[in-house]
């Protein structure tokens, strides 16, 4: 997902409100001097359509794997990042993303599962959407305002993640790519052509893996 999304959203108002309060941060912060930018894959790419395999092995090489996510993420204006978008078909995303109530999120989730929501939780939000992998385009969308993600953290510990909000269509998102799905395949067959229409005629602001 991309941080141009964030701040569509804003108005003027709230964004000088934001720049007067503290912000509250939940999850601990990247070390942004390891890892490395990686180009990212765009749709068509084989690696973004089939699900990603699950993650066993819990040590450097995962790290490793999560520290250029978190700088490729970054690098790109990115508030969200699975691992096939960088091409690597396993089990892990990285966030560092606001709620609607401006607090900021940042962590990592290996293996998630997305719970599934009790009819009285499921409250539709349709909002503009976008994503890294489908460069310059948005399109609006409709997802639960509420999510629940299980998982591990880096170090093959337990971890459940909530959010409402922005967040939660950012959860969603990123648990959708590591089963293959990208946000514009929810989309009708009208709005997948024109998001794509949109990303043709723009010129990505980061390094991508053009498609063979």
Known sequence: MSEQQVEAVRSDEDRIE?????VTVVGDEP??????V???TVVGN???????????EFGAELGALIDDMFVTMYGADGVGLAANQIGVAQRVFVYDCPDDEGVRHVGVVVNPVLDELEPSRRTLDESAEGCLSVPGAYADLARPDYAVVRGQDRDGQDV???GTGFFAR??????DHLNGYLYIDRLSKRDRKDALRQMAELTPRYEVQPND
């Open 170 to 175: 950012c959860l969603q998102h990123e648990t």
């Open 38 to 40: 990686r180009p990212i």
């Open 18 to 22: 934001e720049q007067q309060a503290p």
């Open 31 to 36: 070390d942004t001097s390891r890892g490395s």
């Open 160 to 162: 459940v993640v909530e």
């Open 46 to 56: 084989p690696v973004l359509h089939h699900p990603c395999a699950v993650v066993t």
